[in-house]
C-alpha cells in the first residue's frame, strides 16, 4: 500500500452549531446520506455534525458524476436535509452546502478554527430566526379552453380577467372560421400574448409580495428562477425532495408556467405564520399568476458568506 492510497472513509459534514448534549443527543438519533450514523466533531464553541461516508462514492470525481443524476441529487438533499431538520430546533444551525466533504475529522476541525470568527456571529444572528421560501410563476392557462375558465366575479382585477377571457373566447370562435392555416397562425399569436400578460402580471405580483414580505423579514436572497428539470423536481417538494412543512399556494394549484421569482426570506420565528399569511394574501386573487410560500426551514439561504462557502475536498 502506498502513503498515497484512498481512505476507505470520508466525512460528510451537515451543519455547523454549538455543541450542546441536546444537540449531541439529536444526531444520535439520525441516519446521514449514506446511512451512516451522525455525529458531532467539536472544537471549542462550535461543532460540527459529521458522518463518515465510503471514499468511492464520495471522492472528488465520484460525487460530481452521481450529481449530475437527478435521483442522486434527490437523495443527497433528502438525507442532508434530514439532518439539519433534526438539528434546527435546538437553536441556531448553520447548514452547509450539499455534498460538503472533507478527507478527515482534523480537517473539520480545522476548519471550524480557522474561520471561527465568521461562524460565531452568524449564529448569534440567526438565532431565533427561520427561511420561508416565496416563489412566483406565471399561469397563463388556455385561453382557449373553456375549462380553464373560472368565475371572475367580485373585484375590478377579477373583472378585467373575466372581461379577459370572454375576448379570449370570441377570438377562438372566430379562429375556427378560418381556414386551418390562418386559424393555426392566429392561435399562436393568441397564446403568445396570453403568456405575455402572465408574465407581466406575474411580475407585478412579485413585486407586491417582495414590499409585504420585506416588511416582516430581516433579510432576503434572490435565488436564480429555476429552469428545466429542476424547476420539474422543485414541483414535487422543497429542499428534501417533497417534505413541505408548511407549504401552501396561491393562484392555483397546477405546476406548470414560468418561474420567474425564487426568493428565500430570513423571518423572525415569532412573526412566521403572520409572513405566512400576508404573502398569502398579496397573492390572493391575482389571474395569470401562481404563488408558491414553503416553509419554516433551518436558514439555508443566510448560513454562509460567499467568501466562506465550503466545497468538496479531494481526499
Known amino acids: 500500500m502506498t502513503g498515497n492510497a484512498q481512505p476507505p472513509h470520508m466525512v460528510y459534514a451537515y451543519a455547523v452549531l454549538r455543541p450542546t448534549p441536546e444537540a449531541a443527543r439529536a444526531v444520535a438519533a439520525v441516519r446521514g446520506v449514506a446511512d451512516e450514523q451522525v455525529g458531532l466533531v467539536e472544537t471549542g464553541d462550535l461543532a460540527a455534525a459529521v458522518g463518515p461516508v465510503p471514499a468511492e ?169 429555476q429552469r428545466g428539470e429542476l424547476a420539474k423536481a422543485a414541483a414535487g417538494g422543497e429542499k428534501a425532495g417533497g417534505e413541505q412543512p408548511g407549504g401552501a399556494h396561491a393562484g392555483g394549484a397546477k405546476a406548470r408556467g414560468e418561474n420567474i421569482a425564487n426568493d428565500a426570506y430570513l423571518v423572525p420565528a415569532a412573526r412566521a405564520e403572520d409572513f405566512r399569511s400576508r404573502v398569502l394574501a398579496a397573492a390572493d386573487g391575482q389571474p395569470g399568476v401562481r404563488v408558491e410560500v414553503t416553509g419554516p426551514w433551518a436558514p439555508y439561504s443566510f448560513s454562509l458568506p460567499p467568501e466562506a462557502a465550503v466545497r468538496p475536498e479531494p481526499a
Request: hydrophobic share 45%; net charge negative; proline share 5%.
Open 57 to 225: 462514492e464520495f471522492e472528488e470525481d465520484a460525487l460530481r458524476a452521481g450529481l449530475e443524476r437527478l435521483p442522486r441529487l434527490a437523495a443527497l438533499a433528502r438525507g442532508h436535509h434530514g439532518v439539519v431538520a433534526a438539528l434546527a430546533p435546538l437553536g441556531a444551525v448553520l447548514p452547509l452546502r450539499l455534498a460538503t466533504v472533507y478527507r478527515d475529522e482534523d480537517r473539520v476541525r480545522q476548519i471550524l478554527q480557522e474561520r471561527r470568527d465568521q461562524f460565531l456571529p452568524l449564529l448569534e444572528r440567526l438565532a431565533g430566526h427561520v427561511e420561508w421560501g416565496v416563489k412566483v410563476y406565471t399561469d397563463p392557462g388556455d385561453p382557449g379552453d373553456p375549462a380553464d375558465q373560472a368565475d371572475h366575479s367580485g373585484s375590478a382585477d377579477q373583472a378585467d380577467s373575466g372581461a379577459r377571457d370572454g375576448a379570449a373566447a370570441s377570438e377562438a370562435a372566430g379562429e375556427r372560421a378560418l381556414g386551418p392555416g390562418r386559424a393555426y397562425l392566429a392561435a399562436r399569436v393568441r397564446r403568445r400574448r396570453g403568456a405575455e400578460d402572465a408574465w407581466q402580471a406575474a411580475a407585478r405580483a412579485a413585486a407586491r409580495i417582495a414590499e409585504e414580505a420585506g416588511a416582516l423579514a430581516v433579510g432576503r436572497v434572490a435565488h436564480r428562477p
